[in-house]
């Protein structure tokens, strides 16, 4: 099938001021692009690229006095299956595991495992490692948390998710990488596009999601704790340990959102 996504975001800033963007399409999907995928601004910006240590593609631009629009808009190739369900998938011992992977198993900003981990060894132990445990904390995850938009906190750690109860995307994937990290399972944060491909439309307007990846039987594994089921036409933007790593973007000075606005869908099969 073909998506069509993109989005239209705006910041006002009150003097010019150094970002950090993280708005590309991942490397690993540029293949299957059918044209151009580029950032564009509304104002004369300056734009330079650059590969950040988790394998993103990056900007980096000094957003001028004022409101600056960044957009992009692109078609994919997608093969329209649903996530993988790798249920013969077995968990590596931490000695066997490649050591570009370790750091997925450490506590970071968002995923605090020191709060999580004797709960999560409480709770998981008894489960079979491997895709069996991986699923038993999907299913914890998505049962502690209820989805709700207005308790969004970009401030809330996994500890917190927990605590809380309540939250967006990002605070199932931080709770749920959290306890995978806390019983040895390697788990990355992803985020990128998923429209309401092969599933009823939400009425709430489109974002940016959040899912993670699991590292079993030697490869990455997309899982995601928020919707708990296989989905079609996820679009990957960038990986790293946790949203740190991918936010959309980092201002070195004041910089207010002030416009939001992000497509994604089906264009033909």
Known sequence: MKIRAGFRIGYECKQDTPMLLVLNLHPSRRGDLLGDQTISFDRPIRAWEYMDGFGNACSRIVAPQGVTT?????????????????????QHDINDLPDHVLVYLLGSRYCDTDRLADFAWETFSHTRPGWDRVKSILDYAHDRIVFDYSKADPTRTAFGGWQDRAGVCRDYAHLAITLCRCMNVPARYCTGYLGDIGVPTDPNPMDF????????????????????????GRVLMATGRDATDVAMSTAFGPAKLVHFEVTTEQKDA
């Open 70 to 90: 960044i957009s992009t808009g692109f078609q994919i190739y997608d093969d329209g299956q649903p996530d993988s369900v790798p249920v013969n998938a077995v």
């Open 209 to 232: 999601s959040a899912w993670f990846e699991v590292f079993l039987s030697g490869r990455w594994y997309t899982v995601d704790a928020r919707h708990n089921t296989p989905r079609i």
